[in-house]
């Protein structure tokens, strides 16, 4: 077989970005394909970064860079609460930012809240890396809709994490208004939120949306901050954390230096965390102001 034959026999998988961009990884192994009542599912075995989540032909999760998501959507709003008991996480099925938030030895509650009970039960099978704390004895798993659930819910938390897929199908309403006000009426006073708010260079017009709802929504503190994610549409992601009370930039960087003596980080450390909130592209900053 020569070159040529070698590269046709290959298996990729392609996400389209936009009609001229795609992300395309190769294939070692198809682990599973197939439909849930929500949406289709496939879990891939790749080449250079290992098992991969996909929901909707949309890359959900990679094992090789997986970390860089999940620390940053916990661990900044984890570490400016200065005791987080109880969290709620939205979406997030393959376990991973559950997997980060029990690392926090005050949490004593997580109600995680997935829509579909097919990847929970795949990323079981197939990702135990992200899904090894999801039958950790601190969390409550619910299957439902996380928009219904805090339109609903009598509970208050001190951060709500929302793991979310892109703004299609069920998860639309993760990123309306109605949404971010049930939100702010679960959380405690001293409450925060953080939510990946998808590509600031594909997305901006929806991140300058959800930071209006959400300072209509009564947060005092709204803060985007970026990342690189490589597996992400435009390899460049944003988050936002609303905060009622504490500002993540007040933070005592001894105090994050203290508790992260007792939790394993591979991205965030106090420098991270100050950073990351003080490294938002000047685009970005400039059209929030507007
Ligand atoms: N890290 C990912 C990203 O940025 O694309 C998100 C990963 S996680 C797998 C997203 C999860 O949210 C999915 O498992 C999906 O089933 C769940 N989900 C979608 N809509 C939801 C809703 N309304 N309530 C709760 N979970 C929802």
């Known amino acids: 077989m020569n070159k040529n034959n070698d590269f046709k026999c290959q298996l990729w998988f392609s996400e389209y970005h936009t009609k001229n961009f795609a992300l395309s990884l190769r294939v070692r192994d198809v682990?599973?394909?197939?439909?849930?009542?929500?949406?289709?599912?496939?879990?891939?075995?790749?080449?250079?970064?290992?098992?991969?989540?996909?929901?909707?032909?949309?890359?959900?999760?990679?094992?090789?860079?997986e970390f860089i998501y999940h620390e940053l959507i916990s661990h900044p709003a984890l570490f400016t609460h200065p005791n987080p008991k109880k969290v709620l996480v939205i979406g997030g099925g393959d376990g991973g930012t559950v997997r980060e938030v029990v690392k926090h030895e005050s949490v004593e509650r997580v109600d995680f809240v997935e829509l579909d009970e097919k990847v929970l039960e795949l990323c079981k099978k197939y990702m135990p890396s992200l899904s090894c704390e999801v039958e950790n004895e601190k969390v409550n798993i619910i299957v439902g809709d996380g928009i219904k659930y805090v339109a609903e819910c009598e509970e208050k938390y001190d951060v709500i994490i929302v793991?979310?897929?892109?703004?299609?199908?069920?998860?639309?309403?993760?990123?309306?208004?109605?949404?971010?006000?049930?939100?702010?009426?679960?959380?405690?006073?001293d409450g925060i939120m953080t939510q990946q708010t998808e590509s600031p260079l594909y997305n901006l017009d929806l991140i300058k949306k959800i930071y209006a709802h959400l300072k209509d929504a009564g947060f005092s503190i709204v803060k985007p901050y970026v990342c690189s994610m490589p597996t992400y549409p435009s390899g460049f992601w944003c988050f936002t954390m609303a905060s009622k009370k504490y500002?993540?930039?007040?933070?005592?960087?001894?105090?994050?230096?203290?508790?992260?003596?007792?939790?394993?980080?591979?991205?965030?450390?106090?420098?991270?965390?100050?950073?990351?909130?003080?490294?938002?592209?000047?685009?970005?900053?400039?059209?929030?102001?507007?």
Do not use: M
Request: aromatic fraction near 12%; glycine fraction near 4%; include cysteine.
């Open 31 to 65: 682990l599973f394909t197939g439909k849930s009542k929500y949406q289709e599912i496939q879990i891939l075995d790749t080449y250079d970064f290992g098992k991969v989540l996909i929901l909707d032909n949309t890359f959900q999760t990679t094992e090789r860079d």
């Open 163 to 189: 793991d979310c897929p892109d703004p299609v199908g069920p998860a639309v309403g993760l990123f309306e208004k109605e949404f971010y006000k049930n939100v702010f009426k679960c959380l405690n006073d």
């Open 247 to 290: 500002n993540p930039l007040d933070v005592d960087e001894n105090k994050i230096k203290e508790r992260l003596e007792k939790i394993s980080t591979k991205y965030y450390d106090e420098e991270v965390h100050k950073g990351v909130f003080l490294s938002s592209p000047k685009f970005l900053k400039d059209e929030l102001k507007k």
